[in-house]
């Protein structure tokens, strides 16, 4: 008898292949995403007008704030779906079991919020190329990668981080959604919840507001992920799959 | 030879009825190599299992024997052993299942050996 | 050497026992059938031994290992069924590539000689596939793996006639060629049983028996005649089926033993099938009973 011994990194780094193979139709739902994010920004979020010596002066405050609530959206949404049956199941047919799955589950998450957050930083610079075709724009003034290097380095890795922990979210609720449905209501619980308590209110402050530097905000965020991830793991390792 | 077809006997004894059919044919000759388990399993489409169970069956009456490493090999005196074989067993056998139909039928026992002439004529 | 060891295994659901006490061993190199009725427990015994549940209590060995979330026993076994499903992005072709990253003894040139042969479509999902392409796709891969330890749940499921006797030709021909350890449940024991060295035929989550099919055809004899002559003969025996034929006459099988040959009564040989579908069956009378 011969059998084949796979270890775990093994089986990890195949799955992350077959994943990201199997997953492209997300990365084409988040261009998608962005896209009619950046429609919506198009408007701008404030605009102030002011008169001076008969000439009118507009100035309109345009960010990708709404790319990035739609790409918000679209990361709990994919954290969640892959821990969908028709996701979980169609691992099953090649060499896995529950903590493979979810590690390569988690890298592909972490890849997949990388080029979020990395595009979503970019259609910044998109906003700022097709704005003048659009509209009647003379000046747009805006901080590029390479007026600031290093603040730019920092808010692509804020985006990416913030990503990241939407998707762990997304991922720890639909691993306790598939083992049990009563755990759907949680998510609209907590998001009620979440500020208008006053617990909701101090670990969001703790999380967001409290902070001496971006950095220090980065490490809390990626803090937040890792004890999501690990939740939904330990959650994840007494779940039966298909029962 | 169809070894799924409705038959009362198992399978592993059509097997070594078959190679015994084989050797009396004079295609499998004295100290010649058989059909391996395998090859017998691929050619009537049964687990080798079963088809070494019918290798064994003759290797244990000697019509066969093994050659460690190189397979089932036809015994010298393989095929008179099988003639001497079927006249006592199964001619025998059959001698009574006809004997039982014959009695079933109320064919006496005069009629019955008239009825043998009779087809031992026409086979001549 | 054992491939699988399961002893007193049971697995509850929430509403009832789904394997209520299994004790087997597997040797390797065996094509072994797991028989059994309608919900006897065959498909939940295939996922425990697959990892996919757990058992509630006793003890499940696949290579000496717990299966449940093992990696080396989900690397060398494959539960083939009609559940398995594969990414919707992916093409039949796509999977076939993707399978020997995973599967380390994948035999490509089986695959796509099969693939060829049943004449299905690279371009294909696998969701979009009928039952019957979707069962032959499925044993293809099954086969293709070459796990040590093959399971099949009901695989020739949704396949036609032709299909059907060609899986089992094929499985049989790849299992000359390498043998491994097969198990294959069914509930039609007949069409498959040439394929078979040994039967595990479980009932309402029990092992029955655990024989060599050459022993389950032997298990049982038929006799059939006038009823006071077969009533006599099978006095204070185990008698595991009857049937009245007509008002005189009967049929009644019993485990086998050396009968006295008596004129007017007949004896015939059960199949295994037969001993398989009347040992299993808990109904006084059969179904001619429910048209008296």
Not at chain 2, 28 to 35: P, R
Not at chain 2, 114 to 119: D, G, P, R, S
């Amino acid at each position: 008898m011969f059998l084949s011994n796979s270890t775990l990194g093994e089986v990890v780094r195949t799955q992350v292949k077959f994943k990201m193979n199997a997953y492209l139709g997300t990365l084409v739902s988040l261009v998608f995403v962005q896209l009619l994010g950046l429609v919506f920004s198009m408007n701008g979020t404030s605009s102030m007008s002011t008169n001076i010596n008969n000439t009118d002066i507009q100035v309109v405050v345009v960010s990708t704030d709404t790319v990035f609530i739609f790409v918000a959206i679209w990361a709990l949404f994919i954290g969640n779906v892959i821990t969908t049956k028709g996701y979980r199941n169609s691992n099953l047919s090649f060499v896995t079991n529950s903590f493979s799955n979810n590690l390569s589950n988690i890298i592909v998450l972490i890849m997949m919020s990388v080029f979020a957050g990395v595009t979503t930083f970019l259609s910044n610079n998109i906003l700022r190329t097709v704005l003048p075709l659009f509209n009647n724009v003379d000046y747009v003034k805006s901080v590029s990668i390479i007026d600031d290097p290093l603040g730019s380095i920092i808010n692509m890795g804020l985006l990416i981080c913030l990503i990241l922990m939407i998707s762990a979210g997304g991922y720890l609720w639909g691993t306790l959604v598939y083992m049990h449905k009563a755990y759907m209501f949680l998510l609209i619980v907590l998001i009620i919840a979440t500020p208008t308590t006053k617990t909701g209110q101090m670990i969001l402050q703790f999380i967001f507001v409290d902070n001496g530097s971006l950095l220090f905000l980065i490490v809390k965020l990626i803090g937040v992920s890792i004890v999501l991830f690990v939740l939904a793991i330990v959650c994840s390792n007494r779940l039966e799959v298909r029962r | 030879m169809d070894l799924n077809s409705d038959s009362t006997k198992p399978i592993y004894i059509r097997i070594a009825e078959w190679i015994e059919n084989e050797i009396i044919a004079d295609r499998f000759q004295s100290d010649e190599k058989v059909h391996s388990q395998y090859q017998l399993a691929d050619l009537f489409n049964i687990n080798p299992a079963t088809a070494a169970k019918g290798l064994t069956i003759l290797v244990e009456q000697q019509i066969l024997y093994k050659r460690r490493g190189l397979g089932m090999f036809v015994a010298l005196e393989a095929k008179s052993m099988i003639l001497e074989k079927r006249r006592n067993e199964t001619l025998t056998q059959m001698a009574m299942e006809l004997v039982l139909e014959a009695r079933r039928l109320s064919v006496t026992e005069e009629e019955l050996i008239q009825l043998i002439k009779k087809c031992e004529g026409e086979q001549k | 050497m054992t491939v699988i060891d399961c002893q007193n295994l049971k697995k509850r659901y929430k509403r009832m026992n789904a394997l209520e006490d299994i004790t087997f061993q597997l040797e390797d190199q065996k094509i072994t059938g797991l028989i059994g009725r309608n919900g006897a427990g065959k498909t939940t015994l295939l996922k425990v031994l697959a990892g996919f549940i757990r058992e509630s209590s006793g003890d499940v060995k696949v290579f000496s290992n717990n299966p449940y979330n093992n990696l080396r026993v989900s690397a060398n076994s494959i539960l083939v069924d009609d559940q398995m499903s594969f990414p919707d992005s992916l093409t039949l072709a796509d999977i076939l590539e993707t399978a020997p990253d995973f599967y380390k003894r994948w035999d490509a040139e089986l695959a796509t000689n099969l693939f060829r042969y049943f004449r299905l479509n690279p371009k294909q999902l696998h969701a979009r596939l009928s039952k019957g392409n979707k069962a032959t796709f499925n044993m293809i891969f099954g086969l293709s793996t070459r796990c040590e330890l093959t399971m099949f749940d009901e695989p020739t499921n949704g396949m036609d006639e032709a299909v059907r006797s060609d899986f089992y030709r094929a499985l049989l021909k790849d299992y000359i060629a390498h043998p491994r350890t097969i198990l294959i449940s069914s509930h039609h024991l007949a069409e498959m049983e040439h394929l078979l060295e040994d039967i595990l035929l479980i009932h309402k989550g029990k092992v029955v028996f655990h024989q060599s099919l050459e022993e389950v055809k032997e298990y049982a004899v038929a006799l059939q005649g006038p009823t006071n002559l077969v009533e006599k003969m099978t006095a204070g025996k185990e008698i595991l089926h009857t049937k009245q034929l007509d008002s005189q006459r009967k049929y009644v099988v019993i485990r086998r033993e050396d009968l006295p040959l008596i004129e007017g009564v007949m004896i015939y040989p059960v199949s295994a099938s037969d001993v398989c579908m009347y040992v299993t069956d808990d109904r006084k009378g059969g179904i001619d009973d429910v048209f008296k």
